[in-house]
């Protein structure tokens, strides 16, 4: 699995986008990125995830640059309940997650 | 869709002892993966299963360590001889596919070695 390279901290305040980037330098062409976020006191939650191409869905929008060094992950409103620790993880099977410290997001009100 | 449950959701137990944890995975996933969880880091890979088959161990799992999925469906993840060590977060997840890290994570279940 590729190693990832995240800020420890940000904060955002509410109702603003939260941009969180992630360096993935040693991504290899067929591994994936993934984002889970976790909450405190509750599991990992699933977020997004993309090869090359940027990916949107409901929670979120994942931007991959072109040479697949680096991501992003874009809350586009941030709420309160988006305060939480969010992992960035570079992989290519269906074999355990390799988590590292994350980042932990304040939303400030 | 109700999601991965695990029970129990706490469990203090004394130094020596075994403990048992199980988890219910969501309804027709076929992949189960355990992790342990200590305070301040980031989930850690313990064990995976396809359907009743386990795949894949960490080093981490220790051979007082054993994991079942009987039937493929629940799973048990048992502790013998409980160290204080061994005090964490044990968080269970499923995943639908077989070659993504899409996992579907329960609440997990705390574990307190006295």
């Known amino acids: 699995d590729a190693k990832t390279t995240q800020p420890p901290s940000m904060d955002c305040a509410e109702g603003r986008a939260a941009n969180l980037p992630c360096n993935h330098s040693?991504?290899?062409?067929?591994?994936?990125v993934y984002w889970y976020r976790q909450i405190h006191s509750q599991g990992p939650q699933y977020i997004i995830h993309?090869?090359?191409n940027n990916e949107t869905n409901e929670m979120a929008s994942l931007i991959i640059t072109e040479d697949r060094k680096s991501s992003t992950l874009i809350l586009p409103h941030a709420t309160l309940r988006d305060t939480a620790v969010y992992y960035c993880?570079?992989?290519?099977?269906?074999?355990?997650?390799?988590f590292g410290k994350g980042t932990h997001l304040i939303i400030q009100p | 869709d109700t999601g991965v449950s695990q029970n129990p959701r706490h469990k203090i137990t004394k130094r020596g002892q075994n403990v048992t944890f199980r988890c219910d995975p969501i309804?027709?996933?076929?992949?189960l993966y355990w992790y342990r969880q200590t305070l301040g880091q980031g989930p850690e890979f313990l064990t995976y299963f396809q359907n009743e088959a386990q795949l894949e161990k960490s080093r981490l799992l220790s051979d007082r360590f054993s994991a079942e999925r009987p039937k493929g469906s629940f799973s048990t993840l048992e502790i013998q001889r409980t160290e204080q060590g061994d005090s964490a977060m044990y968080l269970c997840a499923s995943s639908p596919k077989d070659w993504t890290y899409e996992q579907y994570f329960g609440p997990g279940t705390r574990l307190t070695v006295t």
């Open positions: 040693t991504i290899s062409g067929n591994e994936y």
């Open positions: 993309g090869l090359k």
């Open positions: 993880l570079g992989g290519g099977g269906a074999d355990g997650l390799t």
């Open positions: 309804s027709e996933h076929n992949r």
